[in-house]
């Protein structure tokens, strides 16, 4: 009798995982679980400069501009994925014509303008972007040993070199003129 109970409380544990499912494929409940993903890339930049603000005690709240922000990735949004661009090998370099309808044009010229005024002279690279009719002509001259570099990056790889973006962000939020 005493070996019947025994083996009963032994299985009891057993049996009770059997009726909700296989005890080593369990999943953790669903309340554990903590998302991560905020949901979407420009909204996830804005938070994370948001929680990089509240944590500095020097944040002079009267000059943020968290909208100033918003439209600068409204901007690279536009450029990233509405610009249409031709691209032309020159000597020592290539030739962007890059151009967009209505906004993304706007935005065009103010991404690759500023871009080409930051990064000229970075790494021997020489930028000089000039405006045109719905965007900008961005030619940019290299190093000869850059030159593959170069057109492999095409337009987009050029406008996303340098680590200053996340610098450039904050600084527009903090309400400064990065340009």
Known sequence: ??????????????LALAQHGHAGHMAPPAATATPKE?????FAAIQE??????????????????????A????????TLGAQVASAPIEGGMRYAVTGAGSVGDSIRRMA????????GVDG??????PMEGGVV?????????LRKLRGLGFMGVMARGMHHQAH?????????PH
């Open 169 to 177: 962000h904050l600084a527009i939020a903090r309400g400064d003129h």
């Open 49 to 70: 400069i948001v929680e990089i603000l509240e944590a500095d005690p020097k944040t002079d709240w009267a000059k943020v501009n968290i909208d100033a922000l918003r």
């Open 138 to 146: 961005l030619t940019v001259r290299v190093p000869e040993a850059d």
């Open 113 to 120: 303008l500023a871009h080409a005024e930051t990064m000229n």
């Open 38 to 42: 905020p949901g979407q890339s420009a």
């Open 72 to 79: 600068h990735l409204v901007d690279m949004n536009n450029v």
């Open 1 to 14: 009798m005493i070996r019947i109970r025994v083996l009963a409380a032994c299985l009891l544990p057993t």
């Open 125 to 130: 690279w020489r930028f000089e972007a000039s």
